[in-house]
């Protein structure tokens, strides 16, 4: 739903150069990353998994270097706060064990690093924001149907829903994968990766919160100071 909504546009205004970029930036983010993302929620939940994948956003500040950015100095205390917040997390209320969710999240984190710099080399080589939005999600399109396929849970595809909740589904891809995925490109594209990733660093603590107030997740006091301090991290590695 997403492609086709940003194919038209694509065309219109061109997808510029860069293309190969955004197309390996898809399969690498939003069919790996986001995978490992949603194997990890389902092993802790997404008041847990969300914090400890958003380190993903201080690591893209230690890898801007490599797509032509500033990296201050101030990271590497961000880097630390970093790890006692993932620490923490990973220690947080509860019977289950973590070890496997911290896993795939972290993993989850790594993969979208390396999706997001992507993103910058293919603005940076004159890619469009809707041509490399478009080429991104396209590729996970695929990619993902192909794995389906492979593994055949393509016949898992979940049947009976009704036309209120397909049309839900419908506004959650086109206003997630197509508008906000071009608004990121966007945003990275005018004031670099290393800036843009901070916009999201809300994320991990605003996903405890609504989980409690949902009455969806309990989150403990452990979880709540992870979070709380991963996000502080990532907020000091940009206004230092």
């Known amino acids: 739903m997403s492609a086709v909504v940003l194919a038209a546009p694509a065309i219109l205004l061109g ?25 990890s929620i389902g092993e802790m939940g997404a008041s847990i998994a ?4 958003y380190t993903y956003v201080l690591f893209v ?5 490599t797509v032509g950015e500033n990296v201050p100095t101030a990271n590497f205390l961000a880097a630390l706060m970093v ?14 064990p973590r070890a496997r969710g911290v896993a795939l999240a972290v993993a989850g984190a790594l993969v979208w690093t390396v ?13 469009s924001a809707v041509g490399v939005a478009f080429g991104r999600v396209i590729a996970a399109s695929v990619a993902l149907f192909a794995a389906a396929l ?3 849970r393509v016949k898992a595809w979940p049947r009976g829903f009704t036309r209120r909740e397909y049309c839900f589904l419908a506004l959650v891809a086109v206003s997630d994968l197509a508008v906000g995925s071009l608004l990121y490109v966007y945003s990275i594209s005018l004031v670099g990766v290393a800036v843009t990733v901070i916009l999201t660093s809300l994320s991990p603590l605003l996903t405890q919160i609504l989980s409690k107030a949902l009455g969806k ?8 100071s992870g979070g709380a301090l991963i996000v502080a ?3 000091l590695a940009v206004i230092l």
Not at 217 to 224: G, N, T
């Open 217 to 224: 997740e309990s989150p403990s006091r452990l979880d709540y």
């Open 83 to 96: 790890i006692v917040g993932v620490f923490l997390v990973s220690r947080g209320g509860g019977t289950k």
């Open 15 to 39: 997808f510029g150069a860069g293309l190969e970029y955004s197309i390996l930036s898809g399969v690498i983010t939003l069919a790996v990353g986001d995978s490992l993302f949603l194997l």
């Open 233 to 235: 991290a990532v907020v």
């Open 50 to 53: 969300t914090p400890v994948a």
């Open 61 to 65: 500040q230690l890898t801007a270097t």
């Open 150 to 152: 492979v593994t055949g």
């Open 115 to 127: 999706g997001q710099d992507l993103i910058r080399v293919a603005t940076n080589a004159g890619g």
